[in-house]
């Protein structure tokens, strides 16, 4: 009997556990985006309620990833665009509206950041926003 499940990720690429080391590039880095989409609200989670949350976040991921959300993207743009996905997700009543903001803030570059691709950035939010509204 294990008295204390392993469930956390071990990541090759740059032998960390649980999250990327800083300095590491994915070589799949829409592949790493969508890890990062299901961990960050399990990081956010009380433990006795993690495993409900995961099973949500990795469905959403699915849809994600058969929506292309991510596919093309840098490490460094796609990183913050799964951060910003899972913040929103977690903090807005509708995270569907507010993606669509700031994807609407990226194409114009109101958003005051510097993104390797603007493009594939504001695109990233608004096919996450649009899975939302589903
Ligand atoms: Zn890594």
Not at 39 to 64: E, H, I, N, Y
Not at 100 to 119: E, I, K, Q, S
Request: some cysteine.
């Amino acid at each position: 009997m294990i008295k204390y499940p392993v469930d956390s990720t071990h990541y090759p690429c740059c032998n960390a556990i649980g999250r990327h080391a800083p300095d590491c590039q994915p070589a799949d880095p829409a592949a790493a985006a969508l890890e990062l989409i299901v961990q960050v609200p399990c990081m956010l989670t009380a433990p006795d309620d993690v495993s409900r949350v995961r099973k949500a976040w990795q469905d959403f991921a699915g849809v994600l990833d058969l929506e292309g959300a991510f596919s093309g993207m840098t490490w460094h743009d796609a990183k913050h665009a799964a951060t910003a996905v899972a913040f929103v997700g977690a903090n807005y009543d509708e995270p569907d509206v507010e993606l669509r903001r700031r994807a609407a803030l990226v194409r114009d570059g109101r958003d005051g950041m510097a993104w390797d691709d603007p493009v594939a950035m504001s695109q990233a939010l608004a096919i996450v926003a649009k899975v939302l509204g589903l």
